[in-house]
C-alpha cells in the first residue's frame, strides 16, 4: 500500500462538486464548461474558500455568505456519492479478501487502476444522476468515457487489452443496437435509446468483451425491478411504464468492474 492510494480519495469531493455542475447543467441544455461558479440567488461569484467541496457546505450550514439563501443540498449530495466511489471500491476489496482468505494487498488493484476504476464510477454516476432527472444519457458524457475506457485497456493491458476492449465495445453497441431494432419492429416504439446503447459500448470499452453477457442479465434484473417498484408505487399496471434504463445499467457495468478488478 502507498499513499498513492489516497489520490481518488483526496480528489473524490472536487470531482463530485465538478459532476455536480454537470447533473444541473446539461439536462438544463446550458454550457458547463463556462461561467465561474457563483450563487443562483444573488449570482454573487463564489471565492476558492466557498468553493470546497463538503466542507464549505458545512461551514456555511448549508447557507450563501452574501445572501443567506439555502444551497441546493444536491451539491453536497454529489460530492458525497463521488467519495463513494472509491470507498466502494475499497470496501469491495475488504469483502472479497475475507471470502478468498487472501491479504488485503493482493486484492485491491494498482494505484493507477485504483484511480481508473474511480474515473469510471465518476462518469456512470454523472452519467445515471443525468438519466434520472431528464431520461437522457448524453453523449458529451457516453463518449468520452468510452474513449477513456478504450485508452485505459491499452495502458494497463497493452495491444491485446485494447484489442478485446475494442471488441467488447463493438459488441456493446451491436447488441444492443440488434435489441433496440427489434423491439421498435414488434412492439412499433423505442424500448431501448439511443444513449443505452452507447452506454453498454462504453461498457464493453471499460470491461472487455467477456462479462457482456452477464452484465445485460443484470441490468434487465435491475430494470425489472425498477419497472416492478415504479408500478408498485403509482398503484397501476401499465406495460408502457417508464423506467430510466441508464442507472440499472450504469450499476451492472460497475459491479462487474469491481468484480473484474479485485481478481
Ligand atoms: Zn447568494
Not at 20 to 40: K, Q
Not at 75 to 91: Q, W
Not at 142 to 166: K, Q, S
Not at 221 to 233: E, N, Y
Amino acid at each position: 500500500m502507498t499513499l498513492l492510494f489516497l489520490v481518488p480519495f483526496f480528489l473524490a469531493p472536487f470531482i463530485g462538486s465538478f459532476l455536480g455542475v454537470l447533473i444541473r447543467r446539461i439536462p438544463r441544455g446550458e454550457p458547463f464548461a463556462t461561467g465561474r461558479s457563483h450563487c443562483e440567488h444573488c449570482g454573487t461569484t463564489l471565492r476558492p474558500a466557498e468553493m470546497i467541496p463538503v466542507l464549505s457546505y458545512c461551514l456555511q450550514k448549508g447557507r450563501c455568505r452574501h445572501c443567506g439563501s439555502r444551497i441546493d443540498a444536491q451539491h453536497l449530495r454529489v460530492e458525497l456519492a463521488a467519495l463513494g466511489v472509491p470507498v466502494s471500491i475499497v470496501l469491495c476489496g475488504l469483502m472479497m479478501s475475507f471470502q478468498h482468505e487472501l491479504p488485503f494487498d493482493a486484492i485491491m488493484p494498482e494505484p493507477g487502476v485504483f484511480l481508473a476504476d474511480c474515473i469510471l464510477g465518476w462518469g456512470l454516476l454523472a452519467l445515471s444522476w443525468i438519466d434520472l432527472i431528464c431520461l437522457r444519457l448524453p453523449d458529451s458524457l457516453t463518449l468520452p468515457l468510452l474513449l477513456a475506457g478504450l485508452a485505459e485497456g491499452f495502458i494497463f493491458h497493452g495491444p491485446e487489452g485494447a484489442y478485446d476492449r475494442v471488441l467488447g465495445c463493438a459488441a456493446g453497441w451491436l447488441i444492443f443496437t440488434a435489441i433496440a431494432w427489434g423491439y421498435r419492429r414488434l412492439r412499433g416504439r423505442t424500448g431501448l435509446g439511443g444513449g443505452d446503447v452507447k452506454l453498454l459500448a462504453a461498457g464493453g470499452a471499460w470491461l472487455g468483451v467477456a462479462p457482456l453477457p452477464s452484465v445485460i442479465l443484470l441490468a434487465a434484473i435491475l430494470g425489472l425491478i425498477a419497472a416492478a417498484t415504479t408500478i408498485f408505487r403509482s398503484g397501476r399496471f401499465s406495460m408502457t411504464v417508464v423506467v430510466p434504463f441508464g442507472p440499472c445499467l450504469a450499476a451492472a457495468v460497475w459491479m462487474a468492474r469491481l468484480v473484474l478488478s479485485a481478481e
